[in-house]
């Protein structure tokens, strides 16, 4: 399956665990871009691995080098694909009259969303091509990042308590307005994916006036990633993969939601009223064990929308440590047959 939330998948997930068949669940990758996520039983907080704190130290490695080659970008790719479904789903809708979507939009909602997004990337390139500049500079290490993620992200529904984004935006700014320090700000920035589809600038406009931080609390989009790790303070998420790029960057880290990698030692353990005082640091020993388990036991090179060429022994050299990941007692599949 690729991902594991939608109506369809959790049904296929019961009758599959029923029949005694091996349920195997693709998603897009932990480490990004150059990588998709391949596991057992489910993915993000459904995953089957063991990552217990003994099960990572005891890991050892066999030796994966870096992706076989950079993936770049795939929006074109991604565009063709999207187009292709929508318009394959519209044609033969006849088909199948009761399917369900696991979105609330029909195409034309969609690519009008997509043509938005299209129109405020040009227009934010523009207006806010000065706010990276002055963060990395004048608020370096002085503000703390909270990259949104899409409205509707499973990962939010399934795996927090959250009841939605606008919810989060609300918890994250009172919290940030009763416990950090003046003089340090609160970056909201908004998912790229999402930029034709929400628009959140008058909620937090709102909600920073009324908490007392209007000019504390900066809202952008499209700010290089990157970049914003390394100057940030902190990095406040729901359950995003970004917690594992801004560990990755040691910049300590809160979730809010459920996460396979919110353990004691990389994320902070504690509420977040005392994240923006006192955050745990991320071990960086730990997280370095922890990626090299992550990556040789849940990440296979390559992407959902691009080919690359890769030899059969270099698959099979990532497949098997992968297939390994299985629970034993539910192993279906023997290496040698790879």
Known sequence: ????????HRLARQVCKELGVFFGVFEEGYLRPDFVTLEWGGVNAYSGTDWSRPAIDSYRSVGRCGPSRKIGLTFWQRAWFVTAYYLSARFHRARFPHYQHHRNRDWKAETGCWLLSFWRKGLYKVTQRRILPRLVSEFSGRF??????????????????????EHSID???????????????????????????????????????????????????????????KHARGVVTINSTVGISALLHGVPTKVLGRALYDMPGLTHQGDLHGFWRHPDPVDQALFRRFRTYLYERTQLDGSFFKYIDITVEAACHQLLPVIAAKPAAEAIVSEAAY
């Open 1 to 8: 399956m690729y991902g594991d939330c939608r109506l369809y």
């Open 171 to 229: 918890v994250v700014i009172t919290s940030f307005a009763a416990n950090a320090p003046q003089g340090e700000l609160l970056v909201i920035k908004h998912h790229p994916m999402d930029r034709g589809f929400r628009h959140y600038g008058k909620l937090i406009d709102t909600l920073a006036r009324q908490r007392g931080v209007g000019d504390r609390v900066v809202y952008c989009h499209d700010l290089h990633l990157p970049s914003l790790l």
């Open 144 to 165: 703390f990042l909270f990259p949104l993620q899409t409205c509707d992200d499973f990962q939010i529904r399934t795996h927090s308590d959250l009841l939605s984004i």
